[in-house]
């Protein structure tokens, strides 16, 4: 009998390990899950908080026609931010004269000594690293989120968005 006992209380330890392994590995799944879904979620239903809010922001106006365009007021450096998701290396190539091999370059060919930090920058801040899109919001106005367009803003024109 005490073989046969024996044997009882080896199979009740093997099952408790094997649960309580499952039970760990269902933890483990859940909270990489959790992870991946906040990764994997669009840029345009992130959390709100750090981002300008563009409420009151002054709308660009181009040809007499006011756009949902904005001028960033606030957002350093000045920027036109836009409504639609606009690809983070097109908005910051317009801190550039020339973008070649991933750097701002000059006439020559040769890195921008002084404009190429600020591009890299740029870069690192507009890339979707939090969220899956084009680029990373930069501002929102209640369900709306803008995107950087462009850091050229000399010849902008404002006006009261409608």
Do not use: W
């Not at 290396?89 to 921008?112: E, Q, Y």
């Not at 404009?115 to 899109?133: E, I, N, R």
Request: glycine share 10%.
């Amino acid at each position: 009998m005490e073989g046969g006992s024996g044997m009882v209380v080896l199979i009740v330890l093997i099952v408790a390990v094997v649960i309580i392994g499952l039970i760990s590995l269902t933890f483990v799944l859940i909270e990489g899950s959790e992870s991946l879904n906040t990764i994997n979620q669009p840029c345009d239903q992130i959390s709100t908080t750090g981002l300008l809010n563009t409420t009151g922001l002054p709308c660009v106006v181009v040809n007499g026609v006011t756009t949902s365009d904005k001028l960033s007021v606030g957002y350093q450096p000045l920027a036109v931010i836009t409504p639609n998701p606009y690809p983070y290396k097109t908005a910051c190539a317009t801190l550039c004269g020339r973008v070649a091999n991933g750097h701002c370059v000059d006439n020559s060919g040769n890195i921008d000594e002084m404009l190429d930090p600020t591009y890299q920058s740029c870069l690192t801040k507009l890339a979707p690293t939090q969220c899956v899109g084009v680029a990373m919001p930069v501002g929102y106005s209640g369900n709306t989120f803008y995107y950087v367009k462009t850091f050229y803003t000399d010849d902008v024109q404002t006006g009261t968005c409608v």
